[in-house]
Structures are given as C-alpha cells and as structure tokens.
C-alpha cells in the first residue's frame, strides 16, 4: 500500500552518523522531490547542520522490511540448534574481545 | 567623514544587508510551500540574523555612541538604513523569494570570501563565519532557481517573471562610493565593483541550467547608501520595531 498522494512529494529515509558515531542510524524521515533535496532537507531538519555527519537518504518505497508475520521463522530458526552457534571454541588470548 | 565613521557606515552596510532579509525570510514562517522548505527558509533567515547580531554589535562599538545591536535594529529610521534595495523587496510569490535570494547569495558568497582576508581582523573571523551559511544558502538558492525555472510551465514563467521583475535592483550590490574606496583602501573592505564579472559568469550558468533568460539591463534604482528607500522598508521597519518603540526602556 502506497501512502503517497499526487499533491505530496515521495517520502525519503533518513539515516545519520554524527561525528563520533561509528554507524548510520535511522532518524526519521521527510518528502522531497529527489535525493539531492532530501539531503538538503535532512541536513535542516535532522542534523542542524552540525559539521562531520554523513547523512544518508533512501527513497522509502526502496526499503524491503520484513514483516511481523515472519518472525517466527526469521528470527528463531537456530535456539535449539546448538551446533549452530560458535560457542564451543576457545579463544586465545591474543584475540582479545571479540 | 573620519575613517572611523565610514568603517561604522561600512559595518552598517553588512549588517543591514542580513537583517533586512533575515526579516524577509521570516515572514515565510508557516507558510512556505512545504514543511522541509518552512524548515530551511527559517534556517537562512535565522543564519542571517546570526551575520546580522555579530556585524551590528561590531558596528556599534566601532561608533563607541553606546549603540549595541539592539538599538542598531530597532531604533534606526528608514532613512539611517544602510541595506541594498533588493533584499527589502517584499517576498512575492515563492519564485520571487528564490531570486532574489539567490541574486544576493552569489553576491555575498563573493564578499564575504573576500571579507575573509579583511586587515580588520574581527571582520575577517565574522566573514569565515559566515562564509559557510552562505555557501548553503547559495546552493539552496541555485536548486530551487533551477527547479522552478526547468519546472512546469507555470512555474518557469513565473520564475522568469520573478527575474525580470527584481533585475533592475542587481546594479546596486556592485556600486562603490567614498566609504568602499576608503575601506578598500584600507584593506578592510571588498572592492565589489570588481566582482560583477564573476557573479555574471555564476548567475548565467544558472541561468542556462533554469532554461531562464537572462533580462536586458533597461532600468536599475539605487540609493540604499544614501538611506534613500523603496516604499516598503518603511513598513517593514514599523512592524519589526514595534514593540521596543512602543516599550523602549523594556529588557527581553
């Protein structure tokens, strides 16, 4: 289902990393007309124009998510496999946190 | 005039020139054509609101009258005012907006990188300062001529009107009198006569890329260093120093 109107630009996504984050997190997002106005857009309305952020935009209609429904058979496949996670190794010390 | 008084008129020149459009632009609060642009035109005009605190302040004390910035921009008649003819223009239509920000965007980007390397130092740090709004709020201003311009029909017939209509205000932004030629003289201040070549070569790129034409140099007005006024800086001023007239020992 498409939320998008003749009258309304598409909505875009908004992932920022601020200037001592280490990964893109999703913000919120916002409608433009393209990418290049999205990021003007993103850049007033999410970071206040603070220096050093990387911003990315992505058309939402682009995203895939998963749904709700799947969960089950997504995201609980292996608890019971135990073989399945790589629990049974040691690691040397020289490995530090992994 | 003492080299002190046209180092004030210089530094009132500057920062006229950002408050009256940083008044302009927040005119648009709540009724841009959409929220991201409500965002971004408030930004600018807050930005410039920002040039205009740090360059009034500076003139204020270079007079040494006692007047800080608060004075400077709400005590002041139409006459004591120092900003170009163009950026006093009423909003318009939003392609009226974008051309006239865009024709003084290109404008101060040039200044402003020249102020840069001012021999007066604490305009040297404002104009770094400011250099960086000012380089968004070309690219701002350039994207939405551009858009327009290349737009729908409408809206590149409204965007060429918006051009014709403001083209005649242009000339004055590179007019040098007494007070330029004494700062350049100085090393304080930009010879912005010198700059015209360059903000033509810019504006007809844009111009290209807007499918827009460019108008025929017919008519021009000036007079801004004079304090001689269009009609509607009156208006403007009544509303923006209303209440400290009305209240004028008030502390907010």
Redesign the interface.
């Known amino acids: 289902m498409s939320s998008e109107t003749k009258s309304e ?1 598409p909505l875009y996504e908004v992932f920022i990393r601020s200037k001592n984050g280490l990964d893109h997190k999703h913000v919120g997002s ?4 393209d990418a ?2 999205a990021l ?2 993103a ?3 999410y970071t206040r ?1 603070g220096e050093g952020v990387s911003i990315w935009v992505v058309k939402s209609t682009d995203i895939v998510a998963s749904s709700p429904e799947d969960r089950g058979s997504f995201y609980e496949p292996s608890d019971d496999k135990l073989y399945r996670h790589p629990t049974f190794f040691k690691l040397p010390d020289e490995v530090g946190h992994m | 005039m003492t080299d002190q008084k046209m180092h004030f008129d210089y530094l009132l020149r500057l920062g006229d020139n950002s408050l009256i459009l940083g008044q302009r632009l927040a005119e648009w609060c709540g009724h841009a054509p959409m929220l991201e642009e409500d965002l971004a035109l408030t930004n600018i005009g807050l930005d410039l609101l920002g040039q205009a605190r740090m360059l009034l302040a500076y003139a204020g004390e270079v007079e040494g009258k006692g007047r800080d910035e608060d004075r400077l921009a709400f005590h002041r008649d139409t006459m004591a005012w120092r900003n170009l003819l163009l950026l006093e223009q009423p909003n318009g239509d939003f392609a009226h907006t974008m051309a006239r920000q865009l024709f003084f965007d290109a404008f101060q980007y040039q200044q402003f990188a020249g102020l840069c390397s001012s021999s007066d130092e604490r305009l040297a740090g404002i104009a770094a300062k400011s250099l960086k709004e000012i380089t968004y709020h070309r690219r701002h201003s350039t994207d939405w001529v551009i858009r327009l311009g290349d737009g729908t029909e409408e809206s590149h017939e409204r965007m060429q009107r918006a051009v014709d209509s403001l083209w005649g205000y242009v000339p004055e932004m590179f007019d040098m009198d007494a007070v330029d030629d004494a700062m350049v003289a100085a090393g304080i201040g930009v010879d912005v006569a010198a700059l015209r070549g360059e903000w033509d070569r810019y504006i007809d790129e844009v111009f290209a890329e807007a499918t827009l034409s460019r108008p025929e140099d017919s008519w021009s007005v000036r007079g801004s260093r004079e304090g001689k006024h269009s009609e509607h800086l009156g208006y403007l001023l009544a509303e923006m120093q209303f209440l400290p007239r009305a209240y004028p020992d008030a502390k907010w």
């Open positions: 630009l916002l409608h433009a007309a290049e106005m003007t857009n850049r007033d309305v124009r």
